[in-house]
């Protein structure tokens, strides 16, 4: 079955890095694209970047780029987003979630999270 | 960047009602929409995409409607298990944004 685990969060001070990555199995990860949503404790689902099935495209919302970077190694089925300068209104719960074909845009699966806190 | 507007923002209602949550488009987005269901604690589950496609496995007590601005998303009999947060999400343009979601709860 397929199954997504996100790891690599935690506390960090404002500036500060951190990686997560997205552990993939149960089906060929290196034909899907895959995406990072996240969510702010008590708010609502926010996209944050996508990476198609070869890395070879990614996209990111404004608020993010230039700061996050996507990307994946599918020899290692591991999606990872790098959050660089990062900032108190970054603080959320990340997801990665699957895109059931070539960027058709929805999530089909999702992991369980991880949660990241931007604080001083 | 589209925004999208759900409403109501809660609901509460009995079991076997039926439910309905509306979402709005700033622009036409044709049928490029998608319907999610989380629970607390738990990730989002996608429902229906396309604006009415039901997804593979999801019960056939869910539906979809609508294109251009206006969706529908409807519970046909509201059951206990379907207490959740519902958001709808567009993909007609980047980025993707999601409705605030509604909070469904049982009377």
């Known amino acids: 079955q397929v199954q997504l685990g996100e790891s690599g969060g935690g506390v960090v001070h404002p500036g500060r890095s951190l990686r997560l990555s997205c552990a993939a199995s149960?089906?060929?990860?290196?034909?899907?694209?895959m995406h990072w949503v996240r969510q702010a404790p008590g708010k609502g689902l926010e996209w944050v970047a996508v990476?198609?099935?070869?890395?070879?495209?990614?996209y990111y919302r404004d608020s993010v780029r230039g700061r996050f970077t996507i990307s994946r190694d599918n020899s290692k089925n591991t999606l990872f987003l790098q959050l660089n300068s990062l900032r108190a209104e970054d603080t959320a719960v990340y997801y990665c979630?699957?895109?059931?074909?070539?960027?058709?845009?929805?999530?089909?699966?999702w992991g369980q999270g991880t949660l990241v806190t931007v604080s001083s | 960047d589209i925004q999208m507007t759900q409403s109501p923002s809660s609901l509460s209602a009995s079991v076997g009602d039926r439910v309905t949550i509306t979402c709005r488009a700033s622009q036409d987005i044709s049928n490029y929409l998608n319907w999610y269901q989380q629970k607390p604690g738990k990730a989002p589950k996608l429902l229906i995409y396309d604006a009415s496609n039901l997804e593979t496995g999801v019960p056939s007590g869910f539906s979809g409607s609508g294109s251009g601005t206006d969706f529908t998303f409807t519970i046909t009999s509201l059951q206990p298990e379907d207490i959740a947060t519902y958001y709808c999400q567009q993909y007609h343009n980047l980025p993707l944004t999601f409705g605030g979601g509604t909070k469904v709860d049982i009377k």
């Open positions: 149960g089906f060929t990860f290196s034909t899907y694209a």
């Open positions: 990476i198609s099935s070869d890395g070879g495209n990614k």
């Open positions: 979630a699957r895109d059931p074909g070539g960027l058709q845009w929805r999530f089909d699966y």
